[in-house]
């Protein structure tokens, strides 16, 4: 069984950080995904990073959006992160971890993915 459990979501003021943790078990396979989505109030869920993970269990690839995400993966504790900076309330969101159903399943699709149950961050201006 695939487990996401996202943390670290929280209330702040523009221009303020936060780094989220998305805690994952049950990947048995390689290569796998893990991406961070979100969805903000009265829009579809959206991409916002992802990390690619390759058969020797190396992160090969990382997807900073925007120049102020970036993920990062730590495969010896099994959690993704996604560091948050200069923050404004465009960003305000339900913030999901998601990881890979499948071999290769890297796309934005989200029938492709298992997912945590979010986080919340609320920007203020």
């Known amino acids: 069984v695939v487990e996401l459990k996202e943390s670290g979501g929280d209330s702040v003021e523009s221009g303020g950080s936060l780094r989220l943790s998305c805690v994952y078990s049950?990947?048995?396979?390689?290569?796998?995904?893990l991406r961070w989505f979100r969805q903000r109030p009265g829009k579809e869920r959206e991409g916002v990073a992802m990390i690619y993970v390759d058969r020797t269990n190396v992160p090969l690839a990382a997807d900073s959006v925007r120049g102020r995400f970036t993920i990062s993966v730590d495969l010896a504790e099994n959690t993704v992160y996604l560091e948050m900076k200069r923050l404004n309330p465009d960003d305000t969101a339900m913030y999901y971890c998601a990881a890979s159903r499948s071999p290769y399943a890297c796309s934005s699709s989200s029938e492709s993915y298992y997912w945590g149950q979010g986080t919340q961050v609320a920007v203020s201006s």
């Open positions: 049950g990947l048995t396979f390689r290569p796998y995904c």
